[in-house]
């Protein structure tokens, strides 16, 4: 075993002992640095003449145990001392100040010790270095020896504030990072050094890299806006390099996650648009201390939307779902919720399905419901494409059912949980969704005395079927990465801030209205695709890079998919109390005149013919028909296959897909 293996063992060793052991060799410690110093004092004080004889010894053994004593009250020994801090050093000074003073005037008063006052002067500096000086020592040498070793990462910490300096304080103990510096936009610390670590400008980075001064860069600006986070993140993005980021600011508050616990870079940054707050009046209006029915509870929205009831002050919330592991994780994530902030809600998971109109209003009325939020639906387009009348059935008359229900059991509210495919369909589930709208539209003019509204929003990040988790999924597992279309864009929003935003339309509205949310400007899925392989460290491989290490492949348009998706049908948005949620005027069907088509509907679902389910959904439907699938799939496998984006035979392949839903 040669050195650095022995002092790897022996402070492993050191760290392993329990804490009475380890405390008991502190005060040792201690001790010895104290009477050591005690007999530097009388030495100096007496000219160098200095001995260890009566009365001296009583005195400084009465000193050293005050003074331990002393330490010990203000917590000096409660330090682990491989974490040792200015804060510590500070109670050590403290404690050991106070301890000369009182044996300063001990031996005064006693006249044991001539000069005693005069020890006060040095006395504490002498001690001080001592006591400091082995703890200092101590904390270097209990620092994990691999850490001094090239088989940890080199890191820089982007931000030399507060965040960083703590950061890179917390590291120090980490076994697989290692700081090497910071980098900072401020001009105030460029050049400088922070915690004898050199301070960098970002412009150094690209030099830096090869150079192999670091491997990953650490983001430590938690209280940065989302927008200037997507600025750095977009300089970084250039280097290829892997980015971590420390837990937000609001974690670490609440304590849920350490300051050293990083993570991956999380797709809210690379949106770049920061949430507003919710109004807390329009959050709680139908929620506090009412009866609350989620439909869809365990989906990601249907989710969320239970979160926030409970957040929110609801006094009893009715978990409604088709999925029995679904509802089973919701209702256990949420009583655990319930117990952990103290708050009285009961909660009540029901199994079942919105195509049962008896059960729906037994529930209803059993648990005397106040607000209803429907976001059951069947949602992923391909797989509605392939099972048309189940898809119809569920999402337009389950909502048929449930808004039957909400009227005959005189419910107050109601806010259907829309989606950005409705508008101008491609899609069977968007036409689908376009009827679960109309119906809402018609039913509030027939019944004023129910509050019905209707929220439409696009993508949420995280969801179920959401590009995010598969393109991270694929990245590491070495690409490549799918994408369906070069130009295909859409709009992203985060799962809180969309069901915030859809309680608060729902709160506005009351006599049919959709409310549309603002979405920000919408995302080009192969920038996000690529954003996401350089924030992991990777090169993406191209034409212009045959040697990166994952590519993007374009799989081309799935059956029903659009290039672009759209919010709003009327065009003619008004602002609401929100700066967030606008009011979407739109032409309205008569329920006599919808009702007709409903019939005819469920007629086509009761006999299983998906040609006359596709017949009445175009007659519904404005922009929608059976043939605007098939021609939107030809065009595009045309496009991709002329810009040499797919193959022949995947161009084929795709209006095949296309096309087979009709057989």
Request: proline fraction near 4%; glycine fraction near 8%; charged fraction near 20%.
């Amino acid at each position: 075993m040669n050195a650095k293996d022995m002092l790897r063992f022996v402070s492993e060793r050191l760290i392993a002992l329990p804490r009475v052991a380890k405390i008991s060799i502190a005060i040792f410690a201690d001790a010895c640095a104290l009477c050591v110093a005690s007999v530097l004092v009388g030495w100096v004080l007496s000219s160098k003449n200095f001995t260890l004889a009566w009365p001296h010894t009583p005195l400084i053994a009465a000193f050293v145990t005050l003074t331990i004593l002393f330490l010990w009250l203000f917590g000096c020994y409660a330090t682990v001392v491989r974490f040792i801090s200015v804060h510590s050093m500070v109670r050590v000074s403290q404690g050991t100040v106070l301890a000369w003073l009182t044996i300063g005037a001990m031996g005064t008063a006693l006249g044991v010790w001539p000069g005693a006052w005069r020890s006060v002067i040095i006395g504490p500096l002498t001690s001080l270095s001592l006591l400091t000086g082995w703890r200092l020592a101590a904390a270097q040498f209990l620092q994990p020896q691999n850490a001094k070793t090239g088989s940890v990462g080199q890191v820089l910490i982007y931000g030399a504030g507060e965040a960083g300096r703590q950061l890179a304080a917390a590291l120090k103990s980490n076994r697989h990072y290692r700081p090497v510096g910071f980098v900072d936009d401020c001009r105030d610390f460029q050049g400088r050094q922070v915690q004898g670590l050199p301070v960098y400008m970002p412009d150094a980075l690209p030099d830096l890299k090869k150079a192999g001064t670091f491997e990953r860069i650490l983001l430590a600006v938690p209280t940065a806006s989302r927008k200037r986070r997507r600025e750095i993140l977009e300089n970084l993005e250039q280097l290829a390099i892997s980015v971590l980021v420390m837990p937000p600011l609001e974690e670490l508050v609440r304590g849920d996650k350490q300051i050293d616990e990083l993570q991956e870079v999380q797709i809210e940054d690379l949106l770049g648009r920061d949430a507003v707050a919710p109004v807390e009046a329009l959050m709680a209006c139908y929620l506090r201390q009412c009866n609350v029915l989620v439909t869809g509870a365990g989906g990601s929205i249907g989710s969320e939307l239970c979160r926030q009831a409970i957040k929110h002050g609801a006094k009893k919330l009715v978990l409604f779902d088709l999925s029995e592991f679904a509802l089973y994780t919701i209702d256990r994530e949420l009583r655990a919720l319930v117990r952990v902030d103290n708050r009285e809600c009961e909660i009540v998971p029901v199994l079942g399905s919105v195509v049962d109109r008896g059960q729906m209003l037994r529930i209803l009325l059993n648990h005397q419901i106040e607000t209803v939020y429907h976001a059951a639906a069947y949602k992923h387009v391909p797989l509605v494409e392939q099972n048309i009348v189940v898809a119809v059935q569920n999402n337009a008359l389950g909502t048929l059912n449930v808004v039957h229900a909400v009227v005959d059991a005189n419910v107050r509210n109601f806010v259907l949980i829309s989606s950005d495919k409705a508008v101008r369909p491609t899609s069977v589930m968007g036409a689908s969704k376009r009827v679960c709208e109309l119906i809402v539209q018609a039913l509030a003019i027939e019944h004023p005395q129910v509050r019905m509204s209707m929220v439409r929003f696009g993508n949420v990040l995280a969801s179920s079927g959401s590009v995010v988790p598969l393109f991270k999924e694929q990245i590491a597992k070495g690409g490549p990465v799918t994408v369906t279309h070069p130009d295909v864009t859409r709009y992203f929003m985060t799962i809180p801030e969309a069901a915030q935003l859809a309680m608060q339309a729902g709160a506005m509205g009351g006599a049919g209205e959709v409310f549309v949310l603002d979405m920000g400007e919408p995302v080009r899925i192969a920038d996000l695709a690529e954003r996401m392989i350089h924030l992991s460290g990777l090169d993406l491989r191209s034409e212009g890079n045959p040697n990166g290490d994952i590519a993007i492949k374009y799989t081309g348009l799935r059956p029903g998919e659009k290039l672009f998706e759209e919010l709003m049908i009327g065009g003619n948005r008004e602002p609401t109390q929100h700066p967030r949620i606008f009011l979407d005027n739109e032409k309205i069907l008569r329920w006599s005149a919808l009702n007709l088509s409903i019939k005819r509907l469920e007629r086509a679902i009761e006999t299983g013919s998906v040609n006359e389910v596709l017949a009445v959904l175009r007659n519904l439907v404005d922009g929608f028909g059976e043939d605007s699938i098939f021609v939107s799939a030809i065009s595009d496998a045309k496009d991709l296959l002329l810009g040499g984006v797919v193959t022949a035979k995947e161009a084929q392949g795709q209006i095949l897909a296309a096309s087979s839903m009709h057989i």
